[in-house]
């Protein structure tokens, strides 16, 4: 049962990611008081490292959100695990339950992540972050010239392969038995000595933590350092549906909150941030930036409000 108000802040931060934390942080630095609730589900949770965020290149995800936390005590931001179940707009403000509570604020950004729907093939979640993954800059550099593989919808192939290319030049295009590959598509591949192979695949196998490959149907397996996937995406709450924004339907951000530059969205005072959010690039280091504008675009609509108040 959830209790009656308990709390006001100026500004709830739900999601504890890079998104979150630097959005809190900011926020905090605005001399604003803030709340951040976190489930504490980090996407990039599977992986060992995190890559391309600078003074933390190499560092576990784990110890970034630890030192994120830890430098947001300085502030008058209170941190607080939980799920939030429930948001709504209230008189001009927003309200917030999660574990039984309910706290009132001016401002909301939600940095609540995004799930990857990975290929429902044997392995894939064991080995996700691990081997299979999404993004070169993240996980390249340290496999670079080595064999990859890769699978993604017809119409992304050629870009998704292009990029590739620039680590390695030992890649392979998995269709896995269901793509129809076009021919303009096929030839562009040879051309660029990508290799293509068209059996279904029975499962990814690997030792302990590391990938080592996939097994095709008919028995052949192909030693492999990495396989690049091209997930689909969903939202991990339903929040942002409940408070009335939409989700974007089409092309590489399907399944991502439609917003404006900034995190800016069509509901006043509401917020995305990181991975969720339609724009940007999904990355430690970008939604960490991502984060910081969105917090400082409510804290300017904020400040506007107090000027127009006080005429």
């Known amino acids: 049962m959830t209790e009656m108000l308990q709390a006001q802040y100026e ?19 605005a001399c604003r008081r803030v709340l951040l609730i ?20 190499g560092t576990p995800p784990s110890e970034i959100r630890r030192i994120g ?13 939980g799920r939030v179940t429930a948001a709504k707009t209230v008189d001009g403000r927003f309200e917030v339950e999660f574990a039984g509570q309910r706290v009132a604020c001016r401002s909301l950004i939600l940095a609540t992540g995004i799930a990857d729907r990975l290929p429902p093939i044997p392995g894939a979640k064991q080995w996700w972050g691990r081997g299979i993954v999404v993004c070169p800059y993240c ?3 340290e496999i670079r010239d080595r064999p990859w593989a890769f699978l993604a919808p017809a119409e992304q192939v ?10 390695t030049k030992q890649l392979t295009y998995l269709t896995s038995g269901d793509v129809s590959l076009p021919a303009e598509v096929a030839k562009w591949l040879t051309a660029h000595d990508v290799a293509i192979r068209e059996e279904a695949i029975s499962g990814f196998e690997g030792e302990g933590e590391t990938l080592t490959g996939v097994a095709l149907a008919g028995g052949e397996q192909l030693s492999l350092a990495a396989v690049f996937v091209s997930p689909q995406f969903s939202q991990t709450t339903p929040l942002a549906e409940s408070l009335g924004l939409s989700l974007e339907t089409e092309g590489h951000q399907a399944g991502t909150i439609r917003t404006e530059p900034h995190g800016v969205t069509s509901v006043e005072g509401l ?14 280091a970008s939604a960490a930036s991502e984060g910081m504008m969105a917090a400082v675009f409510a804290n300017m609509r904020m400040l506007k409000q107090d ?3 006080s005429e």
Request: no cysteine; aromatic share 8%.
């Open 11 to 29: 500004a709830v931060v739900v999601g504890g990611g890079p998104a979150g934390l630097s959005a809190a942080l900011v926020l905090g630095r």
């Open 38 to 57: 976190d489930a504490g589900e980090g996407r990039n949770a599977p992986a060992d490292a995190a890559h391309g965020f600078l003074t933390q290149d």
């Open 69 to 81: 936390r830890a430098q947001l005590a300085s502030y008058d931001v209170t941190v607080k695990e």
């Open 139 to 141: 996980h390249g550099w």
């Open 158 to 167: 050629i870009e998704r392969a292009t990029m590739l290319l620039g680590w």
């Open 271 to 284: 917020f995305i941030a990181g991975d969720a959010a339609s724009w940007g690039v999904m990355s430690v």
């Open 307 to 309: 000027a127009d108040a």
